[in-house]
C-alpha cells in the first residue's frame, strides 16, 4: 500500500531562514509531485520529479530513489512563501492514483 | 488561455440531496481527475478520467460517479450526501495520465451538507 508521510506537520520561521520540508513514501513510484496550497484551498503544481532535483527561483526540491524520500527548500523564505506544502506520489504498481501527505503548514513571520 | 475552472464555487445541501459539481479542463488537456479534501487533511482521490474512460477509482462508496464529456469537461456526481460529504472538491487537469504529467487545479468547489 502506498502511503506518504510528511514532516514537519507545522514549521514557523523567521523571514531569510532556509526552509526543508521533508516526504517519505512507501512503494516504488513513477513521479513526485510538491504542490502548495494558500488559504481558500486553491491548489499550485510546484514541482513533478522522478529522479535527482529540480529548481525553480527560490524553491529547490530533491527526490533519493533508493530511500523512498523527497524534500522542498526554500532559501531566503519570505513571509508569502507562507502556505501549506503537500507532497503526493504516483506507485510504479497497483492502482493508478494519486496518495497525498497530509501537508506541513509552514508560516513565515517576518 | 483560461485554466481549470470549476463550478459553483461554494455550494450548500441538505442531506440526502444529491449535487453535481463542474469542472472544465485546461484547453487540450485529455484528462481529469477529482479530490475531496476535508478541513484540515490533504486530498483523497476519487476519480481519474482520461480520454473520455476511467482510469481510476479511489476508495469511496458507489454515492459518488462522474463522467467525462467529448470535450474532456466532467462531472462528478454524489448521491444521498451525508455530513461527511461536507469538503472542498477539487477538479485537476493534465496533458496525459494523472500522476506522471504536471497537474493543474481548479480552485474548487466548497460543500457544505447541513
Known amino acids: 500500500k502506498n502511503e506518504v508521510e510528511q514532516s514537519p506537520q507545522n514549521l514557523t520561521a523567521q523571514e531569510g531562514e532556509f526552509i526543508t520540508i521533508n516526504c517519505s513514501y512507501s512503494v516504488g513510484i513513477s513521479a513526485l509531485h510538491w504542490l502548495q496550497q494558500h488559504p481558500g484551498g486553491g491548489i499550485v503544481s510546484l514541482f513533478m520529479l522522478s529522479s535527482g532535483k529540480k529548481k525553480h527561483g527560490r524553491l529547490i526540491a530533491t527526490i533519493n530513489i533508493q530511500e523512498k524520500h523527497s524534500s522542498l527548500h526554500i532559501t531566503a523564505s519570505h513571509p508569502r512563501d507562507s502556505a501549506v506544502y503537500i507532497c503526493?506520489?504516483?506507485?510504479?504498481?497497483?492502482?493508478?492514483?494519486?496518495?497525498f501527505g497530509q501537508g506541513t503548514r509552514l508560516t513565515i513571520n517576518p | 488561455d483560461a485554466g481549470v475552472t470549476q463550478s459553483p464555487t461554494h455550494l450548500i445541501k441538505t442531506r440526502g440531496q444529491h449535487v453535481t459539481l463542474r469542472c472544465s479542463p485546461i484547453s487540450g488537456h485529455k484528462s481529469v481527475s477529482w479530490y475531496q479534501q476535508v478541513l484540515g487533511q490533504g486530498p483523497q482521490f476519487i476519480f481519474q478520467y482520461y480520454e473520455k474512460e476511467e482510469r481510476g477509482r479511489g476508495n469511496f462508496p458507489d454515492r459518488f460517479s462522474a463522467r467525462q464529456f467529448p470535450n474532456y469537461s466532467s462531472e462528478l456526481n454524489v448521491n444521498a450526501l451525508l455530513l461527511g460529504d461536507s469538503a472542498l472538491y477539487l477538479c485537476?487537469?493534465?496533458?496525459?495520465?494523472?500522476?506522471?504529467?504536471?497537474?493543474?487545479f481548479g480552485n474548487g468547489t466548497r460543500l457544505t451538507v447541513t
Open positions: 503526493a506520489s504516483m506507485a510504479i504498481q497497483g492502482a493508478q492514483k494519486l496518495v
Open positions: 485537476a487537469s493534465s496533458l496525459g495520465p494523472e500522476g506522471v504529467s504536471p497537474l493543474h
